[in-house]
Structure formats: C-alpha cells, structure tokens
Nanobody, 122 residues
Framework: QVQLVESGGGLVQPGGSLRLSCAAS????????MGWYRQAPGKERELVAR???????NYADSVKGRFTISRDNAKNTVYLQMNSLKPEDTAVYYC????????????????WGQGTQVTVSS
C-alpha cells in the first residue's frame, strides 16, 4: 500500500552536517503530519521533529537550532537537515507519516520507514 523510503544517513565527524530524505509512495490520498524519530542503542525511540501539512513544526529540545525539518507536498517527501552534529545524535533515524489512503473507502494509518543509521564520530 504505502512505503516510506529513507536515505541520506551515514558517518560524519562532530560538527558536520547530513540531510535525510524520506519519500512516501503508494495509493496515497493525502498525508497529514510527517516526522523523524530516532533510537540509540539501549534507549527508547524519541521524537526528533515533526511537520504538519500546513508546515507547522516542532522539535525536540536537544536538536532545536541545529536541525531543520521541511517537506515537499508535491513529492510526498520530508527532509531533515542536520547541522552541528554531536556524538549524542548517533542513532537509527526513522521516518513517520500519517497517511490517508483510498481503496474503495478512505482509511487513515500510521506508517514507518525502515530506518537509516546516522553515526557521528571522529
């Protein structure tokens, strides 16, 4: 039905930058909010940033001023620009989206990507 495919993770030195992308595809009628979460080893998954269909955003305190979330509604894609990266940003980053689909009737479901590894290390 709907797939979220992330890209852009990798290894970067402290202070460096990365840009994550997540593209949604499938039988999509509309997408409400989209977001990025992360999970470090031994820790709970946590919200990094979210953006609504109207482009309102919210961020975790730990990334405010360093990360920027944006979206391209025409491409069903959400981005996360990460600057001034720190070792504590190391985690698997997951894309999330609330998607409305139509297959004879409308339904609303929450979808997750497969995750992309971000490692910040010298």
């Amino acid at each position: 039905q709907v797939q979220l495919v992330e890209s852009g993770g990798g290894l970067v030195q402290p202070g460096g930058s990365l840009r994550l992308s997540c593209a949604a595809s499938g039988t999509i009628a509309s997408i409400s909010s989209m977001g990025w979460y992360r999970q470090a080893p031994g820790k709970e998954r946590e919200l990094v940033a979210r953006i609504t269909s109207g482009s309102s955003t919210n961020y975790a305190d730990s990334v405010k001023g360093r990360f920027t979330i944006s979206r391209d509604n025409a491409k069903n894609t959400v981005y996360l620009q990460m600057n001034s990266l720190k070792p504590e940003d190391t985690a698997v980053y997951y894309c999330n989206a609330g998607v409305r689909t139509y297959s004879g009737r409308y339904r609303y479901d929450d979808y997750w990507g497969q995750g992309t590894q971000v490692t910040v290390s010298s």
